[in-house]
């Protein structure tokens, strides 16, 4: 029942992350959301995919209680937005619906074309207005009227009851409670570059802009149950799923340990980069084996050192063995673990380069290294990784298409 949801990607609007919105809502028992961020998707698929690995994750816990496990279903969109004042939100049907969504937004900022009033008809997207007291333009067949339960006092004698199969639940959220509230109006005031006493009040959210219960929502509708129906059929009618595909989901298929230990694992890595520091700095570089140590400690803290040493031996068996020449780049350039592993070729240290930027202690995802090889050598290196990692090889491929 929540078409309008923002996150932290609603610049200097939205105050939740995608992880706080999804405990929430799981907490309140929520079964249905979609993230409509103000003039962007960029949480998009994090939203989508945040959905689907907490519900993995919490399905053990939540079967051990004796409850039902249960993944919210994510759906995702755009709200629209003109010089801070909402037109309307363009909800995606499917993934075909999000590409119509950004292709309009991107045309119109490319070519700094203001929003129109109206916008096109798009076949896999539905476009909700925000109701107001006169509205009484003819809906296109995917053009709906989002009314706030405050609001429905005004839909007496009014002309949209002609058309009452376009009337949805329309509950946004921007806030978690009443101090992520005053984040929000100190964020207002930031982007407006005003004082906080003088943020004009149609340019913040409502106070009552959270997540609450399901039935608590529908139970202000209960006059007018036809539109509680009218937004489920909608949300029913919208499946994103598409983008789980290459959603991570635990399995036997990852390789924890290279060694067979972790322990094992972190002298193999330690090493091999104090070997390497020296190849690349000579025997005294106190500096770069300053950097080396606090690198190695991240990694080790994360438990990534077997996502190094893989790596490691693919890049070595291509040197070594092969005598293939390779480019290690993006972000790994920016490890110092990676540059004296041979996987890099870029100093981390000349150039001011953070480490943090490739990992940090927060990340719970595995960094990744893109490693390219002439287009004549890259079947022999895949040969290597199916035989050498028959478990993990297909994983493997499906997210690094770098070679």
Same mark, same amino acid.
């Given at each position: 029942?929540?078409?309008?949801?923002?996150?932290?990607?609603?610049?200097?609007?939205?105050?939740?992350?995608?992880?706080?919105?999804?405990?929430?809502?799981?907490?309140?028992?929520?079964?249905?959301?979609?993230?409509?961020?103000?003039?962007?998707?960029?949480?998009?698929?994090?939203?989508?995919?945040?959905?689907?690995?907490?519900?993995?994750?919490?399905?053990?816990?939540?079967?051990?209680?004796?409850?039902?496990?249960?993944?919210?279903?994510?759906?995702?969109?755009?709200?629209?937005?003109?010089?801070?004042?909402?037109?309307? &939100?363009?909800?995606?049907?499917?993934?075909?619906?999000?590409?119509?969504?950004?292709?309009?937004?991107?045309?119109?900022?490319?070519?700094?074309?203001?929003?129109?009033?109206?916008?096109?008809?798009?076949?896999?997207?539905?476009?909700?207005?925000?109701?107001?007291?006169?509205?009484?333009?003819?809906?296109?067949?995917?053009?709906?009227?989002?009314?706030?339960?405050?609001?429905?006092?005004?839909?007496?004698?009014?002309?949209?009851?002609?058309?009452?199969?376009?009337?949805? &639940?329309?509950?946004?959220?921007? &806030?978690?409670?009443?101090?992520?509230?005053?984040?929000?109006?100190?964020?207002?005031?930031?982007?407006?570059?005003?004082?906080?006493?003088?943020?004009?009040?149609?340019?913040?959210?409502?106070?009552?802009?959270?997540?609450?219960?399901?039935?608590?929502?529908?139970?202000?509708?209960?006059?007018?149950?036809?539109?509680?129906? =009218?937004?489920?059929?909608?949300?029913?009618?919208?499946?994103?799923?598409?983008?789980?595909?290459?959603?991570?989901?635990?399995?036997?298929?990852?390789?924890?340990?290279?060694?067979?230990?972790?322990?094992?694992?972190?002298?193999?890595?330690?090493?091999?980069?104090?070997?390497?520091?020296?190849?690349?700095?000579?025997?005294? =570089?106190?500096?770069?084996?300053?950097?080396?140590?606090?690198?190695? @400690?991240?990694?080790?803290?994360?438990?990534?050192?077997?996502?190094?040493?893989?790596?490691?031996?693919? &890049?070595?068996?291509?040197?070594?063995?092969?005598?293939?020449?390779?480019?290690?780049?993006?972000?790994?350039?920016?490890?110092?673990?990676?540059?004296?592993? @041979?996987?890099?070729?870029?100093?981390?240290?000349?150039?001011?380069?953070?480490?943090?930027?490739?990992?940090?202690?927060?990340?719970?995802?595995?960094?990744?290294?893109?490693?390219?090889?002439?287009?004549?050598? @890259?079947?022999?290196?895949?040969?290597?990784?199916?035989?050498?990692?028959?478990?993990?090889?297909?994983?493997?491929?499906?997210?690094?298409?770098?070679?």
């Amino acid at each position: 029942m929540f078409l309008n949801v923002h996150s932290a990607y609603s610049l200097k609007y939205g105050t939740l992350s995608i992880e706080q919105l999804i405990v929430h809502a799981r907490r309140l028992g929520i079964h249905q959301m979609v993230l409509t961020d103000i003039n962007n998707s960029s949480g998009a698929v994090e939203f989508i995919r945040e959905c689907y690995k907490q519900g993995v994750a919490k399905e053990a816990d939540e079967i051990h209680k004796g409850n039902i496990p249960y993944q919210i279903k994510p759906v995702a969109g755009i709200e629209f937005r003109k010089d801070n004042q909402l037109l309307y &939100v363009g909800i995606a049907r499917n993934k075909e619906g999000m590409r119509e969504l950004n292709e309009f937004l991107s045309h119109h900022n490319i070519y700094s074309i203001p929003l129109p009033e109206i916008p096109p008809e798009m076949e896999n997207a539905y476009i909700i207005y925000p109701f107001h007291k006169t509205f009484d333009q003819v809906l296109k067949a995917n053009e709906y009227v989002g009314i706030r339960g405050k609001q429905l006092n005004l839909l007496y004698k009014h002309p949209l009851l002609k058309q009452r199969e376009k009337l949805l &639940v329309w509950h946004p959220v921007t &806030v978690g409670n009443k101090i992520t509230y005053r984040l929000h109006e100190y964020l207002r005031a930031i982007e407006l570059n005003t004082l906080l006493s003088k943020v004009p009040g149609k340019d913040k959210c409502d106070p009552d802009e959270c997540l609450i219960p399901e039935e608590e929502l529908t139970q202000q509708f209960e006059q007018y149950p036809f539109i509680v129906q =009218n937004t489920q059929q909608l949300l029913d009618s919208c499946d994103l799923s598409i983008y789980f595909e290459n959603t991570p989901v635990p399995s036997s298929k990852n390789k924890f340990y290279y060694t067979g230990t972790l322990e094992g694992d972190k002298q193999m890595l330690c090493q091999l980069a104090k070997s390497g520091l020296k190849y690349r700095y000579g025997e005294d =570089n106190p500096e770069a084996l300053a950097r080396l140590e606090k690198e190695l @400690r991240i990694i080790e803290l994360k438990n990534f050192c077997a996502y190094f040493l893989i790596t490691y031996d693919i &890049v070595d068996y291509a040197m070594n063995t092969c005598g293939f020449y390779h480019v290690g780049r993006g972000s790994g350039a920016n490890s110092i673990v990676a540059y004296c592993l @041979r996987i890099t070729d870029v100093d981390p240290i000349d150039l001011d380069l953070y480490f943090e930027r490739f990992l940090h202690e927060k990340r719970t995802s595995p960094p990744d290294f893109d490693i390219d090889f002439s287009w004549d050598e @890259r079947e022999i290196i895949q040969k290597y990784v199916f035989s050498r990692y028959p478990q993990m090889a297909r994983c493997f491929f499906r997210h690094h298409q770098h070679f």
